[in-house]
């Protein structure tokens, strides 16, 4: 089975503060892929980045930056310097590599970043 | 860059009525997927499609719902008769089986029922 767990429901934090969002997963499959959606207040999903579970490197982009953990089942999300328009909902999601490849998300972490 | 789209951005509807929400994958993939998001909730797997038919489904996606591709470009969930714990976003998803493995979103329709 397949599951993803945000613990946390919401952060508030002020703009130019460092915050991180975790992300456990669970899954018995030896490949798979991890991914994080931003979801702004439009609704839409924004993808973030995906990382395939052979590669453990940890990446950087721009003010994002993720850290993969396989030993932890973790892969967090750390943003730099929060700004206001960070404020969304970002969903952790799991895929297995085998079958027809559904997300299956976490629950969400609302960030509210104010001024 | 090549994107999903979907129709209607939003729909309001009487219960008991039936609803279609439209998609247009991208044009060279070849899977393709519904999944549903009640508002404040995760979004969650709805039914997946491919090659006509459909590969896996939710137990969400009970005989209410049905998928199609009636003309090979668009992609339909239909809601024969809609209840009230139907009104959700529901985001229709197309699948790249080429190096990336993205799956790309489109912009979601909302459902709601009154």
């Known amino acids: 089975a397949q599951k993803v767990t945000q613990a946390q429901t919401e952060i508030s934090v002020v703009e130019k503060e460092d915050v991180t969002l975790d992300c456990v997963y669970e899954?018995?499959?030896?490949?798979?892929?991890l991914f994080w959606y931003k979801q702004p207040p439009s609704g839409e999903l924004v993808f973030l980045i995906r990382?395939?579970?052979?590669?453990?490197q940890n990446e950087i982009s721009g003010r994002y930056s993720w850290n993969f953990q396989k030993s932890t089942s973790s892969f967090n999300f750390t943003i730099t310097a929060s700004q206001v328009v960070d404020s969304a909902v970002y969903f952790c999601?799991?895929?297995?590599?085998?079958?027809?490849?559904?997300?299956?998300f976490g629950t969400g972490t609302r960030l509210l970043v104010s001024p | 860059e090549p994107e999903v789209t979907q129709t209607p951005s939003h729909q309001v509807t009487q219960m008991g009525q039936e609803v279609i929400l439209r998609c247009v994958p991208i044009?060279?993939?070849?899977?393709f997927y519904w999944y549903r998001q009640i508002l404040g909730q995760k979004v969650e797997f709805l039914v997946s499609?491919?090659?006509?038919?459909?590969?896996?489904k939710s137990e969400i996606f009970d005989d209410q719902f049905s998928v199609e591709r009636p003309d090979g470009s668009n992609f339909t969930l239909k809601i024969r008769s809609t209840k009230l714990e139907d009104s959700a976003m529901y985001f229709c998803?197309?699948?790249?089986?080429?190096?990336?493995?993205?799956?790309?979103f489109g912009e979601g329709s909302r459902l709601t029922v009154l």
């Open positions: 999601a799991l895929r297995p590599n085998t079958g027809f490849q559904k997300l299956v």
């Open positions: 899954t018995r499959d030896t490949t798979y892929y």
């Open positions: 990382r395939n579970s052979f590669d453990e």
């Open positions: 044009s060279n993939h070849l899977y």
């Open positions: 499609f491919y090659n006509n038919e459909i590969s896996e």
């Open positions: 998803a197309s699948w790249d089986t080429s190096g990336t493995g993205e799956l790309f």
